[in-house]
């Protein structure tokens, strides 16, 4: 899995293609294309350059050297091309070791005043946040999560669309995994507090104080309020993509986690299917299933009649109702709510997320879940049975999508492998209930014709 | 519920279609001539998706009292002359541990009727006395076994070209740049050849003479039809494979397809019927059957427990066993070496697991066969492996959630090491199923704890197999750059 890709170690240029990670779906880029792109030249045309042919020897010819000669210019290229930093959009956010607290000015005199007369808006807050609202009251800066460390004061630019929390003072407080991830991108510049620093004398002055390098928001950051790097590598990994990510309630270990779909899961019961199903379980008694045949040994009228007396083995109903209310067990817990980048998403109000991930480290949890652990964390998120007309079609598709479904980030060292599980119930779909396509040949017909009718 | 009439094509009659049958063997036998190699008619060969025969009332139309009439007329008919069960009969080799099937129509049966067990000397149809006809040059047609060789090799030379074209290739170039030196020796440069750091990326690549598989492909097919068309009426099994390169199963399974026959009142209008084969050794008096249908010990138990379709004997071939002596036979060969005789039955065995698990997707109607060649307990076919490919591949993993199993600490650790696998042997699993265009499914029983008194596991069978419970995950690589929208 660390590996490096096969491909790869094919390639005759493993001076640095084969260092670099590379996750345009695997394969080793071409970087002439680097050169192509648009923000070195001119961003008026914004298409994406296409990859080139793989050479999978070495030849002798110099048409290969110098393709291989025009890959590493332009990768240098890009590498030496001038990343600049606009002043105006430079973005300075302050470490506060303590977690979020009021500006200076105003902590000290009226502390106890802020909580008592935000109070009311506190609770109208959590009512939209993902947070519980023990969290949320439990900071001194009302709408702020606890575990935001660096504030900025003077907030622009597109990242806080959906990222950070601003308190009332208009300072957007980030999580350590927003501000890092920020940082290391080189969207953000964290400055010391002035409290560590020990020039307080200076007081409310326009200097911010010294800046924090990236090895000290990694030693300051990792491991607070329960980021771990493998999170971290997630969240970041995802972020780059376009993703939003917010945490989920399982992030923190002892939360008890909302159970949305309660109330939806119980109104479904087993439905008439399952009562007739039941009582045809019953009609056929057990007297053939002892020693067989299952099927029985008069007159079969139909082989659907053949199937339903063989079905003796019972299966998981995802629409039941859960027994008993288990919890979830780190690492097999939802950690991030994932957002595609086309979902509208409003930091106040989250959508139901596309995605809920539980982040795995392969090394410390080596083996597969157990059915245990794996339906524990399926039953944590809401039931989401495949609707729509496609799905109502396609037999195969409908498996794939399943009634709930999580996605399992497993890190092994740093590489994030993601493996969607879907609880998929063979057992609802009776295949020999369908309608058998037309035809001997099956590729004249990719439609499955609809059932019934 | 037209859908349930539909689902399986009925047997309008069994006695019309074993007519038609004979029929189709006799102008099988009549007409010789080879023919062009075609698909044979799947769905009427494979109509019966269990070996079980069944027998449709009439329907029953309430506004017309004759159809009251033909119901009970049906009824009459059962019940003075009771339609003939067939039970097939096998025997159990235990060197082996698996279930053999001699007798040539009970494997004709076996195969055609739900796909079950698979040639011993074939690779799943067994076909290798039509492979060895052929070979002896008895017999026209091609075999499936044929088929794929045919295509190996033809794909080999195709990959032979290439690697030869690309030689050829930097060859010339080779040439050139030697020419283009000598000439810059006189000359300055030529910065016409080099490619530029520009030039080459602007999609269109010059590297355009690379020799496409595909294409070359193509042509030879083209080629090959041409020729065909050329030598019509002459033989020419070897036609290649033309079928769409992503339409449906090119993989063939017809054992002869010498001779066309057309099925009257058949939708398809090219429908070659089948010999029924296997018999066909009676009229060779020197070649013999040397091949016999092999059952793996699930598909055996299923057939005997679930359908009683078959009997198995013993090795000894004199008794025939129960299914419950079957089945703790088959849990004492479920390991290697098989325990002794006194061994008891036990939950978490490995064969009630895998049994489990056949018999559940066998009871919603799929086609289950192993899946040992892509490096999963069983694959799931619709239908049949002759219609389409698997869709599924299903891993069998036992989960230890009852309290039984956690009590002494020896147990856990058993139970553990039973349930383990690691990620690398998912990441292993899963991606060699995407390779192969199918869909991961883990299947996770649940294992309950043994019963008390022990007559009570191997009697009924019906009650043991009622206290597992399964759960099918479907596992999936989740690739964020594509899910991106």
Redesign the interface.
């Known amino acids: 899995?660390a590996d490096t890709d096969e491909a790869a170690i094919h390639l005759p240029s493993h001076d640095f293609a084969t260092h670099i990670d590379t996750?345009?779906?695997d394969e080793t880029q071409?970087f002439?294309?680097l050169?192509?792109l648009s923000f070195l030249t001119d961003t008026s045309q914004a298409t994406l350059?296409?990859r080139?042919?793989k050479d999978f020897e070495p030849?002798?010819?110099?048409?290969q050297a110098?393709?291989l000669d025009?890959s590493r210019?332009?990768m240098h290229?890009a590498l030496a091309h001038p990343r600049l930093h606009h002043p105006k959009n430079q973005i300075i956010g302050i470490y506060a070791p303590d977690g979020p607290a009021p500006p200076r000015s105003v902590a000290t005199p009226k502390k106890l005043d802020t909580i008592t007369e935000d109070d009311p808006l506190s609770t109208k807050n959590t009512a939209d946040t993902e947070e519980t609202p023990s969290q949320t009251t439990t900071g001194p800066v009302t709408g702020v999560h606890p575990d935001s460390c660096v504030y900025v004061p003077n907030p622009k630019g597109q990242y806080f669309k959906n990222m950070g929390r601003a308190d009332r003072w208009n300072r957007v407080w980030l999580l350590p995994e927003e501000a890092l991830y920020l940082l290391e991108r080189g969207s953000l510049d964290i400055r010391w507090p002035l409290s560590e620093t020990g020039c307080e004398d200076d007081g409310e002055t326009d200097d911010p104080g010294i800046p924090m390098s990236l090895q000290a928001a990694y030693a300051c950051f990792i491991g607070r309020g329960g980021l771990t790097v493998d999170r971290f590598s997630v969240y970041s990994?995802?972020r780059r993509?376009?993703?939003t990510l917010i945490r989920a309630p399982g992030w923190y270990d002892g939360v008890e986690e909302e159970t949305e779909d309660r109330e939806l899961t119980k109104c479904q019961g087993p439905g008439l299917a399952g009562i007739y199903g039941r009582f045809m379980k019953w009609l056929h008694s057990?007297r053939?299933?002892?020693?067989?045949?299952?099927?029985?040994?008069g007159?079969?009228?139909?082989?659907?009649d053949?199937?339903r007396k063989?079905?003796?083995?019972?299966?998981?109903d995802p629409m039941a109702p859960p027994s008993q209310p288990s919890q979830t067990k780190l690492p097999f817990r939802v950690v991030f709510y994932v957002y595609?980048?086309?979902t509208p998403f409003r930091k106040t109000a989250p959508p139901p997320p596309?995605?809920r991930v539980a982040v795995v480290n392969?090394r410390t949890q080596?083996?597969?879940p157990?059915?245990?652990q794996?339906?524990t964390l399926l039953e944590s998120t809401p039931l989401d049975p495949p609707k729509g007309e496609k799905m109502e079609r396609m037999l195969?598709m409908r498996?794939?999508h399943?009634y709930r479904s999580v996605?399992l980030a497993?890190v092994?060292q740093g590489v994030v492998?993601?493996?969607?599980?879907?609880?998929?119930?063979?057992?609802k779909?009776?295949?020999?209930?369908?309608?058998?396509p037309?035809?001997?040949?099956?590729?004249?017909h990719p439609r499955p014709k609809p059932?019934?009718? | 519920?037209?859908?349930?009439?539909?689902?399986?094509?009925?047997p309008a009659s069994d006695a019309a279609a074993v007519t038609a049958k004979s029929e189709s063997t006799k102008k099988n036998a009549s007409q010789s001539r080879p023919g062009r190699s075609s698909?044979p008619?799947?769905?009427h060969l494979h109509r019966?998706?269990?070996p079980?025969?069944?027998?449709?009332?009439p329907p029953l139309i309430p506004h017309n009292p004759l159809s009251i009439v033909s119901v009970l007329l049906s009824y009459l008919t059962?019940f003075i002359a009771?339609?003939q069960?067939e039970v097939y009969s096998a025997y159990f080799d235990s060197d082996t541990s698996s279930i053999h099937v001699t007798d040539a129509m009970a494997i004709r049966a076996l195969w055609e009727m739900g796909f079950f067990g698979k040639g011993s000397l074939s690779r799943s149809e067994p076909s290798w006395l039509e492979r060895e006809k052929k070979r002896r040059g008895l017999l026209g047609g091609v075999t499936s076994e044929e088929v794929t060789r045919q295509r190996r090799t033809e794909r080999r030379e195709l990959k032979l070209e290439r690697a030869r074209m690309e030689k050829l290739a930097?060859e010339q170039?080779?040439k050139a740049?030697a020419a283009a030196r000598e000439a810059s020796d006189t000359s300055i440069d030529q910065p016409s050849?080099?490619?530029?750091?520009?030039g080459?990326?602007?999609?269109t690549?010059p590297?355009t003479e690379?020799f496409s598989l595909r294409k070359a492909k193509e042509a030879k097919l083209f080629e090959s039809q041409r020729s065909v068309a050329q030598t019509e009426g002459e033989n020419a099994p070897d036609t290649p494979d033309n079928?769409?390169p992503n339409?449906?199963?090119t993989v063939r399974f017809s054992p002869v397809v010498q001779a066309k026959e057309f099925v009257s009142g058949s939708?398809?209008a090219h429908?070659p019927d089948l010999v029924v084969d296997g018999r066909g050794a009676e009229d060779e008096p020197l070649l013999d059957n040397e091949e016999h249908l092999q059952l793996s010990n699930e598909e055996a138990f299923f057939l005997?427990?679930?359908?009683?379709?078959l009997q198995i004997f013993d090795g000894r071939r004199n008794t025939v066993l129960?299914?419950?002596s079957l089945l703790s036979l088959f849990c004492q060969h479920s390991r290697f070496p098989p325990p002794g005789t006194s061994a008891d039955l036990e939950t978490d065995d490995s064969f009630m697991i895998s049994y489990?698990v056949y018999?559940?997707?066998?009871?919603?109607?799929?086609v289950v066969r192993s899946g040992v060649k892509f490096g999963v307990d069983y694959l799931l076919y619709?239908?049949g492996p002759v219609?389409?490919h698997a869709?599924?591949a299903v891993v069998v993993?036992p989960?230890f959630?009852h309290p039984h199993w956690s009590e002494t600490e020896e147990r856990k650790a058993r139970c553990a090491s039973k349930?383990?696998?690691?990620?690398?042997?998912?990441?292993c699993v899963?991606r060699v199923q995407a390779q192969v265009k199918k869909?991961l499914?883990v299947c996770?029983v649940?294992v309950p704890p043994p019963v008390e008194d022990s007559s009570f596991s191997s009697?009924?069978?019906?009650?043991l197999?009622?206290r597992?419970?399964?759960?099918?995950?479907?596992?999936?690589?989740?690739?964020?750059?594509r899910?991106?929208?």
């Open positions: 899995m996750d345009l779906s071409d002439r294309m050169s192509n350059p296409k080139g042919e030849n002798p010819t110099l048409y110098d393709i025009a210019q332009a290229n990994g995802l993509l376009g993703y057990s053939t299933t002892a020693v067989g045949p299952v099927a029985g040994l007159i079969h009228r139909s082989y659907n053949i199937y063989l079905s003796i083995i019972p299966f998981h595609k980048p086309s596309d995605f392969a080596t083996t597969v157990t059915l245990a794996l339906g195969y498996l794939r399943g996605v497993i092994d492998s993601y493996l969607r599980v879907a609880d998929a119930a063979f057992g779909e009776k295949l020999y209930n369908r309608v058998a037309i035809g001997n040949k099956k590729g004249a059932k019934g009718r | 519920m037209t859908s349930q009439s539909n689902s399986i094509p009925m698909r008619n799947y769905r019966f998706s269990l079980l025969s069944v027998h449709p009332l059962y009771p339609p069960h930097i170039r080779l740049e050849l080099l490619p530029s750091v520009t080459v990326t602007n999609g690549l590297i690379k079928s769409p339409g449906g199963k939708t398809v429908a005997v427990y679930g359908l009683g379709a129960s299914p419950p489990v018999h559940h997707f066998r009871s919603l109607g799929w619709n239908r219609f389409s869709e599924f993993i989960s959630e349930q383990a696998r690691s990620w690398w042997w998912l990441h899963n869909s499914v996770y649940e009697e009924d069978i019906g009650a197999l009622a597992y419970t399964v759960r099918e995950m479907l596992i999936r690589r989740w690739v964020p750059n899910t991106r929208d």
